[in-house]
């Protein structure tokens, strides 16, 4: 059974830099699969960040293509978010989970609320 | 991008069926068949309801269904049960890998 976890430190200061690993049990990442970030804000629906196969190949949201880093560490069976100069819209419960090409998400980590203030 | 539209509420009585639209453009729903479902319950991670616009995953009650029909699909729910009170997001494919999500819609069974 597949199972992800998202961890990460929970508050972030403005203008700083948003880091938030996924640790995937159950089934190995170089196996195959894409695997994604979605973030939902409070009372707010969700959005997608971003996608990672396990070669690397990597696809982001437009909006946020700017300050959006995906990457995937096979060894430790794990993949990683980054957002840059966070702002406090970008507080949010963030989401991990596995991809089936090309769209559907399943399935998902609880996920982590983050929150951006000084 | 922009969001999928979806409705902001619905509502049915138990045992009644509803159903949620999510309308898009011919360069996402309307383009692919890959539109996906979720179900979100306060305070948990969203559950895939629906994937390829009507396939179920194994797990999924049978009441549930998906359709599509040009940019607009459709998640329904037959015999309405207290448990599907819940928030509903639809989900497209809108090529070159990208992925976008309907607002939601807020399921109230009365």
């Known amino acids: 059974q597949v199972q992800l976890q998202e961890s990460g430190p929970g508050l972030v200061k403005p203008s700083e830099t948003l880091s938030l690993t996924c640790t995937v049990s159950?089934?190995?990442?170089?196996?195959?699969?894409?695997w994604g970030w979605i973030r939902q804000p409070p009372g707010k629906g969700l959005e997608w960040i971003g996608s990672?196969?396990?070669?690397?190949?990597?696809y982001y949201n437009p909006s946020l293509k700017s300050r959006v880093t995906i990457s995937v560490d096979t060894s430790k069976n794990q993949f990683s978010l980054k957002l840059s100069s966070v702002t406090a819209a970008d507080t949010a419960v963030y989401y991990c989970?596995?991809?089936?090409?090309?769209?559907?998400?399943?399935?998902w980590g609880q996920g982590t609320l983050v929150t951006v203030s000084s | 991008q922009s969001a999928l539209t979806q409705p902001a509420s619905v509502s049915g009585s138990p045992g009644q069926s509803i159903t949620i639209s999510c309308t898009g453009t011919?360069?996402?729903?309307?383009?692919?068949?890959?539109v996906s479902w979720y179900q979100q319950h306060p305070g948990k991670a969203p559950k895939l309801m629906i994937y390829?616009?009507?396939k179920r995953p194994s797990g999924v009650s049978n009441r549930f269904s998906g359709s599509k029909s040009g940019n607009t699909a459709s998640l329904t729910i037959s015999g309405l049960q207290a448990e599907d009170e819940a928030d509903y997001y639809c989900?497209?494919?809108?090529?070159?890998?990208?992925?976008?999500f309907g607002g939601g819609t807020k399921l109230t069974v009365l």
């Open positions: 989970a596995r991809v089936s090409s090309p769209t559907w998400f399943d399935p």
């Open positions: 159950g089934y190995s990442i170089s196996s195959g699969y894409y």
């Open positions: 990672i196969y396990h070669s690397g190949s990597t």
């Open positions: 011919s360069s996402d729903v309307g383009g692919y068949n890959y």
């Open positions: 390829d616009v009507s």
């Open positions: 989900c497209s494919y809108a090529g070159s890998s990208i992925v976008v």
